[in-house]
């Protein structure tokens, strides 16, 4: 009867080269869920550090964060035309 967690991280990425992180944890009971935590979400920019994210977020980052996008990214930051994190 022992309770351990499981932890599922899923993301979605944005046109701007955002990613959206959802990690959701599981209590488990003899194999079985029962119960969960509220999910915890947040949002990875280009060119943030994401070393301490699930691997496949590290992954999906390491495609979609380009040099270009990287900069693009910034630009539109300081233009003012996407809000500061």
Request: no cysteine; proline share 6%.
């Given at each position: 009867?022992?309770?351990?967690?499981?932890?599922?991280?899923?993301?979605?990425?944005?046109?701007?080269?955002?990613?959206?992180?959802?990690?959701?944890?599981?209590?488990?009971?003899?194999?079985?869920?029962?119960?969960?935590?509220?999910?915890?979400?947040?949002?990875?920019?280009?060119g943030d550090?994401?070393?301490?994210?699930?691997?496949?977020?590290?992954?999906?980052?390491?495609?979609?964060?380009?040099?270009?996008?990287?900069?693009?990214?910034?630009?539109?930051?300081?233009?003012?035309?996407?809000?500061?994190?």
């Amino acid at each position: 009867m022992a309770l351990t967690e499981e932890i599922a991280t899923t993301g979605t990425w944005l046109d701007d080269g955002q990613i959206q992180v959802k990690r959701t944890t599981y209590i488990i009971e003899n194999g079985s869920r029962v119960a969960e935590r509220p999910p915890y979400r947040h949002v990875a920019a280009p060119g943030d550090d994401v070393s301490g994210e699930d691997s496949r977020v590290q992954a999906v980052a390491a495609v979609l964060w380009t040099p270009a996008v990287i900069q693009a990214f910034r630009e539109r930051r300081l233009r003012g035309s996407q809000p500061v994190s």
